[in-house]
């Protein structure tokens, strides 16, 4: 394996990670509705199990609302009940074509939970960054140990594997203080 192809590896990976906090991340509710807050919701229709985003649309029309609209109504309760069942808390409204659930205001004791749940997640991503960098030193450190390059090109690559986990981790720290703000607003 070449100095480059370590460096490619790893930054995919890194990368990975990333796009997996910004996922987890829109889940997590601020004082505003977002379609993401229900993304994650499976609902039994047609005998099978199927998410949400496949058996409806979600559009949040006002700042406090989601509105669910199911391509077929006769899944209409299918989905009413997957909402009621879930652990999102929420009480969904049907009136016959689109079901609605108005999301309550935060409370600033379920604010503080928010906050420091986005920031669990930023350090288990920086967690999971850092792993990823010492399988990268790792690999380094066996590449000049097997002959396939210099110690020369070994310290390079580890700086460079250092560079992109400086990167990778300054993102993530970016991406949880844009989200604690977006949930300590009102």
Known sequence: MTSD?????????????????????????TGRANPGLVDSLKVQVYGAESPLKSVATVACPEPNQIVIRPFDASTLKDIEKAIIASDLGYTPNNDGRVVRINIPPLSTQVRQKM?????????????????????????????????????????????????LTKKYEDEVTALAVSREKDVTEN
């Open 5 to 29: 192809d370590i460096l490619l590896d790893i930054e995919d990976r890194m990368e990975k990670s990333v796009l997996k906090l910004r996922h987890d991340l829109t889940g997590i509710r």
């Open 115 to 163: 906050v420091s749940r986005i920031k669990e997640l930023a350090e288990d991503t920086k967690v999971a960054i850092r792993n990823v960098r010492r399988d990268g030193n790792k690999m380094a450190d066996n590449g000049e140990k097997n002959k396939e390059f210099s110690e020369d090109v070994r310290d390079k690559t580890k700086e460079d594997i250092q560079v």
